[in-house]
């Protein structure tokens, strides 16, 4: 089992082309994002000027598509093996900026708890890639 302190929960879906540069922005985005309080509690202090703990749990039903039918459809989430390849990249880009950084178990049914100030819930996604012309 895995426990953090204060700091950010990431449930993290990787799409079958993600690779270094969404991990390199993702985890860029969320250790600078000004999210926590500053003393006029005021969201103004990232988690590398305030500290904390990261923990990252993959969540591949983040890419569900349930616009049609009743079942979901998780045909844009990466394949199992590509996923957890970004997903230990994406664990290690985090270490690299001296945090804490925690995980869940990849591929296993877990019981997530969440304790949230706020609650204050963000949504990051990597930007649309250019199509390149050729």
């Not at 089992?1 to 860029?28: K, N, Q």
């Not at 305030?50 to 989430?77: E, H, N, W, Y």
């Not at 178990?105 to 019981?111: A, S």
Request: with cysteine.
């Amino acid at each position: 089992m895995s426990r953090i302190g204060e700091g950010v929960l990431v449930l993290l879906g990787v799409g079958p082309d993600d690779g270094e540069d969404e991990i390199e922005y993702i985890a860029d985005r969320i250790v600078n994002l000004r999210i926590f309080p500053d003393e006029s509690n005021r969201m103004n202090l990232s988690l590398c000027e305030r500290g904390g703990d990261i923990m990252v749990v993959s969540q591949f039903t983040l890419l569900a598509d349930c616009r049609k039918g009743r079942r979901p459809s998780f045909s844009g989430a990466a394949s199992p093996d590509h996923a957890f390849e970004v997903y230990k990249r994406f664990l290690d880009k985090l270490k690299d900026y001296g945090l804490r950084v925690e995980c869940g178990e990849f591929g296993e049914e877990m019981i997530v708890s969440l304790s949230n100030w706020g609650p204050v819930t963000f949504v990051l996604d990597v930007p649309a890639r250019k199509a390149s012309s050729a």
